[in-house]
């Protein structure tokens, strides 16, 4: 199922949206300025998003998982790799704070940050779309790649077809720095997975239709 570039078009003003909402927040929480940009978005295979993901194999990964079910079902998840984790977490809190104080933090951080963002997207579908769905409460993981999006896990119970390639996934590419690291020309970069069946990645092409032709 593909899109065409109008309708990538409109996903992408509504995840902008949602990281303008997100990065807002997060600066909000940690008192400095957070910036978050959306460099890639693409519409692939459950295969093709681990590929794309899956830089190294077998490294462990951590994310925060958020379930949504209702009209729309399927999976969000906010990747980063095991190492990047550390360095996400180093940001939000300074420089300053001890490794093995870091250690201690990462989840909590973590999950407080996977909420917020996720949150923030999630909410851009619902401020635009007229379907009903409500979200189940988040939680952290560390697994490899094939682990973390593995389709079994993930609930995608609204079609009736389990073949793997069957099922969709938005791949959204998101680059995380402070304003200090702009300067830096750092970033640190993550994932954001949306999986999808098959049928409400139907019903979501629909929706995206709809507010379309209201333009």
Excluded: W
């Amino acid at each position: 199922m593909e899109l065409t570039e109008m309708e990538q078009d409109a996903l992408k003003e509504f995840f902008n949206m949602g990281l303008g909402m997100a990065a807002d927040s997060l600066s909000k929480m940690v008192k400095k300025e957070i910036l978050l940009s959306l460099p890639q978005l693409a519409v692939v295979t459950h295969r093709e998003a681990v590929a794309l993901v899956d830089h190294t194999s077998g490294e462990k990964l951590v994310a925060v998982r958020q379930i949504f079910l209702g009209e729309l079902c399927g999976t969000a998840l906010l990747i980063f790799p095991g190492g990047k984790s550390l360095e996400l977490v180093r940001t939000l809190l300074g420089d300053d704070v001890p490794l093995e104080t870091l250690t201690e933090l990462e989840q909590e951080t973590l999950l407080d940050v996977g909420n917020v963002i996720l949150n923030a997207f999630l909410s851009s579908f619902t401020q635009m779309m007229t379907v009903d769905f409500e979200f189940e409460a988040a939680e952290f993981l560390k697994a490899d790649c094939e682990a973390l999006l593995d389709l079994n896990s993930h609930r995608l119970s609204c079609s009736e077809d389990n073949e793997g390639d069957s099922k969709q996934a938005f791949f959204l590419m998101m680059d995380f720095k402070t304003a200090e690291d702009e300067l830096r020309r750092n970033s640190l970069r993550g994932y954001v997975v949306l999986l999808f069946s098959k049928d409400a990645m139907a019903k979501l092409k629909q929706e995206i239709a709809r507010i379309i032709s209201g333009l």
